[in-house]
């Protein structure tokens, strides 16, 4: 810690004698400063479950409004400092569904986006000194390992520090440890708080961290290199890597891409792998790939069950369908996604389908094989109406399971 302290203390002094500043005073930094904002009005409806055919799920039958507002505040650099702050809030007006009672949380979105209320999502102060950046507090992650899922009305965040170098030629170099997650939701009808990570979970030994180290080179053109490693302690220490390949050639574009996880539980869990492979291919504004992955697990409760990593948004497996994506980590699983889209630039529209498909090798009980059926679209306003945008998608659930998932979502970004 002192060392650290140390080196800290290097790098201001380092700062104030070398670098050049944005603002000449610190009231020009808050003045320069700048803000953003997102007015959101989206409606969920769901019938059925994707990942399970029992009574209960084939009883769900739900519908969800919401509303929310997203502001973001970043001053201009002083010396090389920055802070920033982002706030979210989000207003759940009605949530009908089979699991629902009026005036309680029991809502079949519960977990997702049945929760009302606001939070900072974001508090943090930044420091940079040539190509080194710290980044200390509340904050957004996107990492291949940790990742913060922006597919709900509020985005998961993590409170931590996070360090990034790209001295190294194209390089580029992160360390970070966070120390609390925020989910969407509390489960509970409130928008989700921060929390200690031995609180997510009652497997997470207690006062528990997590620490991620992150590689990503591009000296090789064309090639984008990765290369991740994360733990939480006392539960899962998890390993990524990945090897992208894209090139053009006039109007034709395409790419090769092959990943590698490994996750390996502690106590009595066992060792779960996930690998893949994506083709994608292209000509002018239409664009498809072919994607395929297998997860691998010899243990009943472990492997790469859930998710790939912390946050929702870690989301590894090239297979996987486009809105709801429960259920493509499940141990044991083949998946593959076929993906075609249409970017109508003329008219603001990308257009495009989806068709995933996860079968099971493993007996478990509650694991189905399952179809996913996406069909999705984007659309962004234009003159007057510049800055809103519809997004709107309809995944279908077949083979074992049975329903579907309607999502509409009205953004307004200023």
């Known amino acids: 810690m002192k060392l650290a302290k140390l080196s ?15 603002a000449d005073t610190l009231a020009d930094a808050f003045k320069n400063g700048k803000v953003s904002g997102e007015l959101r009005a989206w409606y969920f409806d769901r019938e ?29 650099s002083f010396y090389g400092f920055k802070l920033g702050a982002t706030f979210q809030s989000n207003y759940a007006a009605f949530a009908d569904g089979s699991l629902s009672q009026a005036g309680t949380a029991k809502s079949d979105f519960k977990a997702d986006e049945y929760g009302s209320g606001a939070v900072l999502s974001e508090a943090y ?15 957004f992650i996107s990492t291949p390992l940790v990742n913060g899922s922006g597919s709900r009305m509020i985005k998961q965040a993590f409170e931590g520090a996070v360090v ?53 080179n591009k000296s090789i053109p064309g090639t984008t290199l990765t290369a991740q490693w ?21 109007e034709f574009t395409y790419g090769l891409a092959a990943n590698y996880q490994m996750a390996d539980w502690e106590g009595n869990a066992d060792e779960g792998t996930m690998y893949g492979a994506k083709l994608s291919l292209g000509f002018a504004d239409f664009n498809t790939y072919v994607a395929y992955t297998k997860i691998t697990d010899d243990n009943t ?26 259920g493509t980590y499940d141990r044991d699983t083949k998946a593959y996604s076929v993906d075609a889209n ?28 399952r179809v996913y059926t ?13 800055g809103l945008q519809a997004d709107v998608s309809y995944q279908d659930w077949s083979k074992d399971v049975d329903g579907h998932d309607f999502w509409f979502k009205a953004n307004y970004k200023f």
């Open 164 to 216: 990034t170098n790209t001295d190294l030629p194209q390089t580029t170099l992160a360390a970070g440890v966070v120390t609390k997650y925020q989910a969407r939701t509390d489960s509970a009808g409130n928008v989700g708080k921060f929390v200690t990570l031995d609180s997510m979970s009652a497997s997470v030994g207690e006062g528990d961290y997590a620490y991620t180290l992150l590689a990503i």
């Open 301 to 326: 409760v472990a492997g790469i069950d859930g998710g790939a990593g912390l946050g929702g948004g870690a989301q590894t497996a090239f297979a996987k369908a486009y809105s709801s994506k429960t």
């Open 125 to 139: 102060v930044e420091y940079s000194i040539g190509k080194t950046t710290a980044k200390v507090g509340r904050q």
């Open 374 to 386: 996406d069909i999705y679209a984007i659309y962004n306003f234009t003159g007057a109406l510049k």
């Open 342 to 369: 249409y970017n109508f630039k003329q008219i603001g529209l990308l257009a495009g389908a989806r068709y995933t498909s996860v079968s099971v090798d493993s007996a478990a009980v509650g694991l189905q094989d």
């Open 230 to 250: 994360a733990e939480i302690v006392n539960l899962v220490d998890m390993y990524y890597a990945e090897a992208a390949y894209a090139g053009k050639a006039g």
């Open 48 to 76: 059925g479950s994707a990942t399970a055919n029992n009574a209960a799920a084939k009883a769900i039958n739900s519908d969800i409004f919401n509303t929310g507002v997203v502001l973001g505040y970043v001053t201009d």
């Open 8 to 22: 800290l203390a290097a790098m201001v002094v380092a700062g104030l004698a070398s670098s050049s500043f944005a």
